[in-house]
């Protein structure tokens, strides 16, 4: 897991944007675009940090098993009235690069893994330089 983004509305309605870095670096470039920056794993920040109306999930579920990525959802739905998944629409191989093995891809997600919650949209979208489709799913509490 690269970074999550959340957009936040727990500061009296203004937004906000946290990053999270795994590998606990951050290029400089991103620092000046983001109001947070969290340098914690995902499953011991979010408990303290209040509450959302939406969460992105972008390219994040792939990088954990299916149990555990379930786990997450359940955890952001605790903190986030909205969620928003995006994630190869299949497994993809990938494994670690560089020095970050977060970068492996343990999982693969369809629709159907998604059944369990409410789905107000999905939609596969086009990658620009694979074949693969990326599926984007909007969930609601």
Known sequence: MREINDSSQANGGSASLVLKFLNRTCPKFKKSIY???????VFDALPGMGQFELALLTDILEHFRKERGHELLGLLFEHATNIIVATPNRFLEQGPTGQNQHEEHQSGWTIADFKRYTIIEQTLIPRISKQEKVLTVYLQK
């Open 35 to 41: 109001s947070a920056i969290v340098l914690d794993g």
